[in-house]
C-alpha cells in the first residue's frame, strides 16, 4: 500500500478530484470543500492559504486520510486513498505520509529521541537495532541532536517543533504535510522550521503547508488560496533574485 514516492502518469504524486466535503449540523449543512481540483508534484513545496473558514485544514484533513469526503477522490501515487479500510489508511499513512501539527504534539512523557523513534516503532520500518540512531541523525539534522534526551516540556518552542519535524521524516515519507506549523512561534523559530521544510522538499519530499503568515506562504514554490471552499488560485511563484530552488541549481 506504499507509495514509494512514485508520480501517477500525468507527472503528479497526489490528484485531488472534485473534492466536496460537507458538515452536517443543527444549524444545517455546511459545504466546506465545493469541488476542489488540485495536483501536487514530487519535489514541489506549496503552501495552503485563506481565511479562517475557507478549507485549508478540511483539505488537509482529506489529502491525510483523517477525514474521509462526501464525495470526490485523492489519489496518491495511484492510490484511492479513501478506498483504504481504517487498519490499512493507518498503516498508509504511517508509511506515506508526515503530519507536522500547529501544537506539537509530543508526548510529554517520552524524551525526544524516543518521540522521534515512535513511528518507526509503530510501522515497523527499520530494524529495531538501527532505530534510536536514525532518530538521532534527524535530530542531528534538525540541530537537536544535544537535546535529545530532553523531555518536551525542557525545550523552547521552536525546538519542539523541529523535533516534531524529525519525527514526521522518521520513516522517509514521500509527503509530508504542516498544519500552521509555526503559529506558536515567534518570527526566528518560525523561519528556521520553514528552512527545515525547505531542505525536505529540495532532497524531493513533497511538502504541503498551509499558514496564515503571507511571508512564509511566499517561500513556498507554489502557493494555493482557498476560499469558501473554493480554489481561487494555484499560481506558482515568480523566480526571485534570490530564489532557494536557483542558488542550488535546480
Known amino acids: ?7 501517477d502518469t500525468n507527472g503528479a504524486l497526489i490528484e485531488l478530484r472534485a473534492l466536496v466535503k460537507t458538515y452536517h449540523s443543527a444549524a444545517g449543512a455546511f459545504p466546506a470543500l465545493r469541488g ?3 495536483d501536487f508534484g514530487a519535489g514541489e513545496f506549496v503552501s495552503v ?3 479562517s473558514g475557507s478549507g485549508k485544514s478540511t483539505l488537509l484533513n482529506m489529502l491525510t486520510g483523517i477525514d474521509r469526503p462526501t464525495s470526490g477522490t485523492v489519489r ?4 484511492d486513498i479513501h478506498h483504504l479500510r481504517e487498519g490499512e489508511m493507518a498503516r498508509w499513512r504511517g508509511r506515506n505520509m508526515g503530519i507536522v501539527f500547529q501544537f506539537y504534539q509530543l508526548l510529554p512523557t517520552l524524551s525526544l529521541v524516543e518521540n522521534v ?7 515497523d520500518t ?3 537495532e538501527e532505530r534510536e540512531e536514525r532518530a538521532l ?3 542531528d539534522m534538525v540541530g537537536l541532536r544535544a537535546y535529545a534526551h530532553k523531555m518536551p516540556g525542557a525545550v523552547s518552542g521552536g525546538q519542539q517543533q523541529s523535533a516534531a519535524l524529525a519525527r514526521a521524516l522518521a520513516n522517509d515519507p514521500p509527503i509530508i504535510v504542516a498544519d500552521e506549523p509555526t503559529g506558536n512561534l515567534d518570527s526566528h523559530a518560525a523561519d528556521a522550521v520553514v528552512a527545515l521544510l525547505e531542505g525536505a522538499a529540495d532532497r524531493g519530499k513533497t511538502v504541503v503547508m498551509v499558514t496564515h503568515d503571507p511571508r512564509l506562504a511566499h517561500r513556498a514554490s507554489r502557493t494555493v488560496s482557498l476560499a469558501d471552499g473554493l480554489v481561487v488560485d494555484a499560481s506558482e511563484r515568480p523566480p526571485q533574485p534570490a530564489d532557494r530552488r536557483g542558488a542550488h541549481g535546480a
Open 126 to 128: 527499520y530494524p529495531r
Open 1 to 7: 500500500m506504499t507509495t514509494n514516492g512514485g508520480a
Open 49 to 51: 492559504v485563506g481565511r
Open 117 to 123: 523513534m515512535l513511528p518507526m516503532d509503530l510501522c
Open 36 to 38: 476542489v481540483d488540485l
Open 137 to 139: 541523525g534527524l535530530l
Open 76 to 79: 496518491i501515487a495511484g492510490t
